[in-house]
């Protein structure tokens, strides 16, 4: 009985180990997986806003955000990363999202965490690398 258990928690340490190891967030090790929300050409770059469903909803949301090189295609990091997230509100200021960027341990890929906390439409303003800005507008169902 005492080996069993032994196993048992030596399997659930490697298997929180080998998480870890992959990055642990939603780009961390399975970014292949995920569906695009919207894709954008900046410069020399395309940012792409992807998570698990392709759609944004109400509330927490958990997406990442992908820098490729538009010459050949490949992952490319881009320092510091900035979002913003307003929905205009007629007769009113914008209502901000709270959104947080936290940079992976892939070149590139940073995870994001937005709180959209009204369904409709966000804008998403990323800011990157020299001043650079991609804008989109994304729909929480």
């Not at 995920?34 to 792409?48: D, E």
Request: glycine share 10%.
């Amino acid at each position: 009985m005492k080996a069993k258990a032994t196993l048992i928690i030596i399997f659930a340490l490697s298997t929180t180990l080998i998480a870890c190891a992959r990055g642990g967030g939603v780009g961390g090790g399975y970014v292949s997986n995920l569906k695009q929300v919207q894709q954008q050409h900046v410069g020399s770059y395309v940012v792409t806003v992807l998570n698990e469903t392709g759609q944004l909803k109400k509330g927490q949301n958990k997406m990442v955000l992908e820098f490729r090189n538009t010459s050949d295609n490949k992952l490319e990091s881009v320092g510091d990363v900035q979002v913003n997230s307003t929905m205009s509100m007629p007769g009113m200021s914008p209502m901000i999202g709270q959104t947080t960027v936290t940079p992976t341990d892939t070149p590139g890929i940073y995870d994001v965490t937005s709180n959209f906390p009204m369904a409709g439409t966000w804008n998403f303003v990323v800011t990157f690398g020299n001043n650079q800005r991609a804008q989109f507008s994304l729909r929480a169902q």
